[in-house]
């Protein structure tokens, strides 16, 4: 029975994914069909949330979506509209006597006609867009997607904390299912690696394990409100990876900081007078959160692009007949990719317990 409904799962998240690739207008036709932008147009950030696309009776593709909104600051002064008004980058907005356009993702001033002007930069080697950029603070698809993910975890811990007040020692239904995982992170994460100041860390320890998994499952979802590439977008990894350097450090203990800029049982010639050792072990209070932020989002990154390439195997081929040896795959990574899910949160939720273990401890 398990068997089935995992098989059914993965067919769901294949068969989801086709659907929401459909290229717009008749894109699997055209026969410059590229794959880059096909593939990154999906896993990266936009100011709209992405429903579903359908063709009419007359061949007209059209892009179901949730508008959101879009919140610049430019001179100094907010300017605030619907995604919707950029007509999915076919339209200029205009506030205060300026002009929005949305090119590629990203919001420029513009003229009247939502002219993109380029330059050739020689030092870069590249051709550069000159138009001025204003301050953005839209909510974009992973912003509201991280706003879904927190209303779940809002949602099932004020749950799960009722039914332990309710009926304590008797988990069952919500509560039967978190109760492993969270004595999981307690017991087999946080308690061996911190030590005895565990209880101090643990709330932002399962908040930081529960929040990696419920995004990673959700972006294996390929419709609302799943889909969003929360943890693989590197500005959120760099965030969690932050939080758990300055918890790190804030918590660092007399022992963790001499260590640092006066390691016990080195050569005196490598602390002075040049200090190498305190330089190196400088570089590893950085480098810590740097291979936190990397392996998250390599890893997520990595697995979306592999489904969204085999999808688009189907489209290079302009052959359905294809979806034959791309859908086994798909559903294949797809599986895969639920592992994953759960094995990236375990090893940042791990290497952030060991960092702040190293840290805390009064001995050397």
């Known amino acids: 029975m398990k068997g089935k409904i995992l098989v059914f799962f993965g067919l769901l998240l294949a068969s989801g994914m086709l659907f929401a690739s459909e290229p717009h207008e008749n894109e699997a036709q055209d026969e410059d069909f590229n794959v880059t932008d096909f593939v990154m147009n999906h896993i990266k950030d936009s100011h709209n949330w992405h429903i579903l696309e359908y063709t009419d009776k007359t061949g007209k593709a059209h892009a179901v979506s949730i508008p959101l909104p879009v919140i610049l600051i430019h001179e100094g002064k907010p300017v605030c509209f619907m995604s919707s008004k950029f007509h999915h980058g076919h339209a200029v907005v205009t506030k205060n006597g300026n002009h929005y356009f949305l090119h590629e993702g990203t919001i420029y001033v513009t003229d009247e006609n939502g002219t993109i002007e380029e330059s050739y930069d020689e030092e870069k080697e590249a051709t550069v867009i000159v138009n001025e950029k204003p301050m953005d603070f839209s909510i974009t698809k992973n912003v509201a997607g991280m706003f879904v993910t927190a209303l779940i975890m809002l949602l099932v811990f004020i749950s799960v904390a009722r039914a332990y007040k309710k ?35 643990l709330p932002y320890i399962l908040t930081v394990f529960f929040f990696i998994l419920i995004n990673n499952l959700l972006g294996l979802v390929p419709f609302f409100p799943g889909g969003a590439n929360i943890t693989g977008n590197i500005s959120v990894t760099l965030t969690l990876a932050l939080f758990t350097m300055i918890a790190t450090n804030i918590s660092g203990s007399k022992a963790y900081w001499k260590h640092i800029f006066n390691a016990p049982g080195v050569p005196w010639w490598l602390k002075f007078p040049i200090p190498i050792m305190p330089v190196v072990e400088f570089i590893g209070i950085l480098s810590k959160p740097f291979a936190l932020m990397i392996r998250l989002f390599a890893n997520i990154t990595a697995g979306h692009i592999i489904v969204m390439s085999l999808v688009a195997v189907i489209f290079i081929f302009k052959a359905i007949g294809m979806s034959a040896i791309s ?38």
């Open 167 to 201: 009926r304590p020692g008797r988990p069952a239904g919500l509560q039967g299912f978190m109760e492993p995982l969270i004595l999981f992170v307690r017991d087999d994460i946080a308690k061996p690696n911190i030590g005895e100041k565990y209880e101090r860390y």
């Open 327 to 364: 859908v086994p795959f798909v559903l294949f990574i797809d599986v895969l990719e639920i592992l994953v899910a759960f094995i990236q949160a375990y090893i940042f939720t791990l290497l952030s317990c060991l960092f702040i273990g190293l840290a805390v401890q009064s001995d050397h």
